[in-house]
């Protein structure tokens, strides 16, 4: 372990979105063992930062913008100040690549996509079937060939990558106080929904019946409905309150990730598209029924039993666009029922496991 002992400053660059981030979040516990004593800084967009708010595998969390030429240039003569040891890699991309080679870090590992291979001095071979494996496998495989190569051994942990993330009683009480104040009932049983989907309109449900989904869940006297997501996802929260016949409260547009992390980990239960928060959810905690219909289930799902996946399995899905050019049969597919049902056993006492074996 001669090498790895000698490393004691590390820079991870993370993924871009939301979703995929919490994917990372087993890999990054596996890095924070094979590397107990360095200093580990987790560069991420600034919107991502919040997500790793009170993260105890990482050391720092530097969010980092790089939408123009200064903003690199800055970002380069940063990292040279910091002296890092080693880069790990863990988004695809070639822009990952070319700025830890400008910035000088004498040790970059990642996998030779993109075009990079000749900016890596670690190349770490992909091999096709983990394609073929759940992508928290994908970055769990980078960690465990990084251990193997620079301290001859590797003790990655593949029996139960469940990415999990804590949240303090401080932030939930902030959580509940920022929901109360916007009207929602605390005391009641919260469920999360969120309608949208920001980079795909194929991946939404319909709005009308996600809005029949909010009443039944409030037609119960025992729960509030909050509609949360992105500014970019408003509209689409707008649509589900004009079709309901309840009065939700929508939050959408106001929270930031850290918020809706804090928010989610609150909740009794989330329904969700396939995005960010059906990934969150589980993590914290809370259950998710989560609906998939043109993306695929199978590799990128939340990873968790506390994930209950809804879809109608089509000739054509899953297809990965983004707007659908027939009838989005995927999605139009899941009747208001099959979410209802296992959503009202979710609520239950004890409704987990007959969740999973009625629906």
Known sequence: MSRAKAIERILIRGVNWVGDSVMTIPALRQLRRAFPHAHLTLLVRPPLAGLFRGAEFVDEVVPLELRSAREYWRAIAMLRARRYDMAVLLPNAFGAALLTFAAGIPIRVGYPTDGRAWLLTHRIPLRPHWRREHQV?????????????????????????????????????????????????????????????????????????????????????DTSVVLIGTPAERAISEAVRRHMRYAPVVVTGETSVELMVAILSCARLVISNDTGAAHVAPAVGTPVIVLFGPTEDLATRPFSDRALVIRKPVACAPCMRRECPIDHRCMTGIAVEDVVRPAFRLLDEGGWARAFVAS
């Not at 190569?149 to 009683?169: H, K, M, Q, W, Y």
């Open 137 to 221: 496998y994908f970055y769990l495989h980078l960690i465990a060939e990084l251990e193997h190569r620079l301290g001859g051994a590797e003790r990655v942990s593949f029996a139960d990558p469940i990415p999990r993330l804590t949240v303090s009683e401080e932030r939930k009480r902030g959580a509940l106080a920022f929901l109360a104040e916007r009207g929602v009932d605390v005391g009641r049983k919260i469920v999360v929904v969120n309608p949208g989907a920001v980079n795909s309109r194929a991946k939404q449900w319909l709005p009308e019946r996600f809005a029949a989904v909010g009443d039944a869940l409030l037609e119960r006297g």
